[in-house]
């Protein structure tokens, strides 16, 4: 394969041309970087390096302006709208800014395709003024505004550019309009440079005035890279530029095209492959480059359509792949420290000085924040994560993070200081920032080069912000800067440094122009990436677009549609990789490209579907085997005693018993921003044990009762603040859980009173009684306990109760059983029953009590007609029949499987093994 710019090289050396006098011009600087290359290896003897120019830098030249920077613009642009608004209609810099930007970009179309901004700004005017909604002859404010502000665009520009060339400052298109009005300057003081453009497509009006001047005067040549198949197909969008040019040019009516080539059509390797999602089109990637020989990588080109899978697509690269050249840089917003000022502005934006814990352990938990808060081995920023879990705090406050912060409290005070909305010191701030990580960072420079780097780009960002509100004392407010830092950090890159000739080249679409590779990888040719269809970005309607030759989308999709049938040109092997599950975001169905090239049955298209392999789940249960180590940890949990939770949790899950008992594993503890279960239980509990306790031993009375009503507000508010600690109760749903736990409280007394006045007795025996008994379990060379604590003993028209408090609903199905061994099998529908028939053996085996025994429930959320849920034993599922006493038959049969239960549980043999759990 001979490349495009290898050709035009030679052609030059046929004619004989001096080409250390000539100025190259090409579309951009990658290009000059391969075309330097191709002309040392073109040359024999040593010469001159001839001037190598991108378009841009050649038309800057001409227009002796230089590029501002977008930002840039805007503070100048606005400095021109606050001169020229009346006061009262003049809007802050942040509402400025909104609408700033798209107006700067309808002048730099405007400036670049040369159109007489006074006809187009009245055309404009005439319109809004013909559209206004208002029919009334006497015109809200409102509506004067509106008609104003359209009024005044004409003057607004022509200020703007007046201001901008006085700077010698200019956005593209006034550079590019200021150039087309050099020419005649360049031309005299040039008269015999000779020009030579190579590989442009669609040129705007002022490059396409520049270029045709130069060709006029025979101070150019212009070679275009372009293929018969696409110049002679009147409707193909790939030759559509270059066939208006051929039409339009005068040049052309006397002189050739150089060149029309005829590559296309030539035998391709043509490879469509379908992939699901991005992250499965750059792994793909990965695998397709591992199986190309190494000495074809040299000439592979791997083009994203998104560039936002840079990043993931170098996680695929595969090992044998030596030598990489990035085109495109390493966003900035990607890298890791954006994140912690994002979180820093975040916490500023509704700044008080109570910080919502979120956002501080968000702060607290970045790793550059990690080590710069570890100070001999203590890590303040865990140390201050624990207390806020620990302690249940949802809101902290700036006082409170320095006092826990110790010999660090300068670096809380720099993070989390208000900046009181004050540009100055948001600025002041994070400088600081940036300069005490760097003297933590130098501290093991070689470990850190990365993270300096990013170091470093980011401190040009705050300077570059400071020069701004130094220079325009227009940034008002933290927000507006948040804005501005946002707008630098998305334009700004990382870039790659690297040998650009080596090696497999990774790219964008646009750098990929004039370059010719034999093999091409082009991800994400999906509908809305390639290409990137309808956007209406402008002031500007699409049918006055149309009227004064500005280009529209349409004329941007042939653009793509140029570079992308150029890339194919002369490649032998194409793989176009497409994403089979699009979505609003990513881009939609494949690519019309794609269709096209079925279509157009030039080239046997291959189409192929890759999907991950995915391997049928089985799903095999956990087993853990009973080691001695955990044999002696069972050994020490039957000594200290099994209590009925910890056999429950068994029965449920096996696997979950291993972690928490013999593992000792906690759960994770996290701030508990609305109540959880657990605590409204804890605090129901706590509150009746306060309310009942000073009645042991007596007979309940209906004054008891009506006395604890008076207590229910202050005493669930003291436990709430005793178990939720410093969480707020005093809004949204954790106030309303406060209101249900009172109403649980008050509707169990209720009950309890009404119970008392259809005649019966009720006598307080305990509360929370701790019970630990031995058990008889001779199999076992070691003790067995048995531990547990009863919520409520009562005696109830002389039978004793042994209740169980749970806030959650329960049925009396759950009480109730048939077979005796389905105590220990199944836990959703039997666990309650076992637990409270360990209370009542634990009690009976304490006590031996003679009176009648019941065990049962109270739910209180089930407090409906006899609330006091009985355990049952019922001889069949359907028999309406239950005996609800605990007898000593019933004790025994209960022992009898759970000592079935301690058995499986202590015994070597038996593993453990995870059980399928439901949620």
């Known amino acids: 394969m001979t490349s495009f710019l290898k050709q035009v090289i030679d052609q030059i050396q046929k004619e004989r041309q001096d080409i250390s006098q000539l100025t190259f011009i090409l579309p951009s600087k990658r290009a000059g970087t391969f075309l330097k290359d191709i002309l040392s290896q073109s040359t024999t003897k040593t010469i001159f390096a001839p001037e190598i120019l991108s378009i841009e830098e050649f038309v800057e030249s001409l227009s002796e302006l230089s590029y501002a920077t977008s930002t840039e613009l805007l503070f100048e642009f606005y400095k021109v709208y606050r001169e020229l608004t009346p006061e009262p209609q003049q809007e802050t810099f942040d509402q400025f800014s909104k609408w700033g930007q798209l107006l700067l970009q309808d002048f730099n179309e405007i400036d670049r395709y040369l159109i007489d901004p006074d006809h187009i700004f009245d055309y404009l005017k005439s319109i809004k003024e013909l559209n206004h909604w208002s029919l009334s002859e006497h015109q809200t404010p409102y509506i004067q505004n509106y008609l104003a ?277 948001a600025l002041k701030h994070c400088s600081q920032l940036m300069l005490t990580l760097k003297t933590k960072l130098d501290l093991e420079k070689s470990k850190n080069l990365l993270a300096l780097e990013y170091l470093y780009r980011f401190n040009q960002i705050f300077n570059e912000l400071q020069h701004y509100n130094t220079t325009y004392k227009l940034i008002s407010n933290s927000t507006t800067l948040y804005y501005l830092y946002k707008e630098l950090l998305s334009s700004e890159t990382l870039d790659f440094k690297g040998e650009p000739l080596q090696g497999l080249q990774i790219m964008g679409m646009l750098e990929s122009r004039v370059l010719d590779f034999e093999t091409v990888i082009i991800s994400s040719v999906n509908e809305g990436i390639l290409p990137a269809g309808k956007s209406t970005n402008s002031f500007i309607p699409f049918d006055v677009k149309l009227e004064n030759g500005l280009p529209t989308y349409k004329e941007k999709d042939a653009v793509y549609t140029y570079h992308f049938y150029r890339l194919l040109q002369r490649a032998k092997n194409i793989y176009i990789i497409y994403n089979t599950e699009p979505d609003v975001l990513n881009g939609g169905e494949k690519s019309r490209f794609i269709t096209q090239l079925q279509i157009e049955n030039i080239h046997n298209v291959k189409h192929s579907i890759v999907v991950p392999k995915v391997e049928v789940a089985q799903k095999s249960p956990q087993i853990i085997k009973k080691t001695e180590a955990v044999s002696q940890r069972l050994q020490q949990i039957a000594t200290n005693g099994f209590s009925p939770s910890s056999l429950t949790n068994y029965i449920r899950n096996p696997i979950d018993f291993y972690y928490q008992k013999v593992l000792k594993i906690e759960s994770f503890e996290d701030v508990e921003e609305t109540v959880a279960a657990n605590t409204l239980g804890s605090v129901i509990h706590q509150t009746l044990e306060d309310f009942y306790t000073p009645y042991k031993g007596i007979a309940l009375t209906e004054a008891h009762l009506q006395e604890m009503k008076t207590l229910i507000n202050d005493s669930v508010t003291l436990h709430f603040k005793s178990f939720y600690k410093e969480g707020d109760m005093t809004k949204g749903k954790n106030l309303i859980i406060l209101e249900v736990a009172k109403r649980y409280v008050s509707n169990f007394i209720n009950k309890e009173i009404d119970t008392l006045k259809a005649g019966n007795q009720i006598k307080i025996i305990d509360l929370e009684k701790e019970l630990n008994i031995k058990l008889d379990i001779p199999e076992l060379g070691f003790p067995v306990h048995l531990k547990g604590t009863v919520d409520r003993i009562d005696e109830f028209n002389g039978t004793l109760r042994i209740i169980d408090y749970k806030t959650g609903k329960v049925n009396q199905g759950q009480v109730e059983i048939v077979d005796w061994e389905d105590i220990t099998l199944d836990y959703d529908r039997f666990s309650k029953s076992f637990q409270i028939l360990a209370y009542a053996y634990m009690l009976n085996n304490t006590e031996k009590l003679s009176q009648p025994i019941e065990a049962g429930i109270i739910s209180f959320k089930n407090l409906q007609g006899d609330y006091f849920l009985k355990f049952g034993k019922k001889p069949s599922a359907r028999s309406r029949d239950k005996d609800h006493s605990i007898t000593t038959e019933t004790l025994d049969a209960f022992y009898s499987e759970l000592k079935k239960l301690i058995l499986e549980i202590c015994n070597p043999e038996i593993e453990f093994i995870e059980k399928e759990v439901g949620h």
Do not use: C
């Open 149 to 425: 502000f359209w009024n005044r665009l004409k003057i607004y520009y022509n200020k703007f550019r007046h201001e901008l060339i006085l700077k010698k400052k200019g956005y593209q298109g006034l550079v590019y309009r200021e150039a087309v009005n050099g020419m005649e300057h360049y031309r005299s003081i040039n008269p015999n440079k000779s020009h030579i453009f190579i590989g442009f497509n669609a040129l705007n009006k002022a490059e396409d005035r520049i270029i045709q001047e130069l060709l006029q005067h025979n101070l150019a040549s212009i070679y275009w890279d372009i293929d018969s198949a696409f110049i002679n197909n009147p409707i193909h969008d790939a030759g559509l530029f270059i066939r208006q040019h051929l039409k339009n040019w005068p040049f052309y009516k006397h002189n050739n095209i150089k060149w029309i080539g005829k590559n296309y059509t030539s035998e391709k390797n043509i490879h469509t492959i379908a992939v699901p999602k991005n992250i499965g089109q750059v792994k793909y990637i990965g695998e397709l480059l591992d199986t190309l020989p190494l000495s074809d990588l040299k000439k592979t080109a791997v083009v994203l359509g998104d560039e936002t899978l840079l990043m993931p697509l170098l996680n695929s690269i595969p090992q044998k792949v030596e030598a990489i050249n990035i085109t495109m840089g390493l966003p900035l917003k990607s890298v890791p420290l954006a994140s912690l000022f994002d979180a820093l502005f975040k916490i500023q934006k509704n700044h008080t000085n109570e910080l919502y814990y979120k956002d501080a352990v968000a702060v607290l938990s970045h790793p550059f924040i990690q080590s710069l808060l570890t100070h001999e081995d203590v890590n303040y920023s865990n140390q201050i994560i624990n207390y806020i879990q620990s302690n249940n705090i949802v809101t902290i406050s700036v006082e409170k993070l320095m006092t826990l912060s110790e010999s660090k409290q300068d670096v809380i005070r720099l993070l989390f200081q208000s900046w009181n909305n004050d540009p100055e010191i």
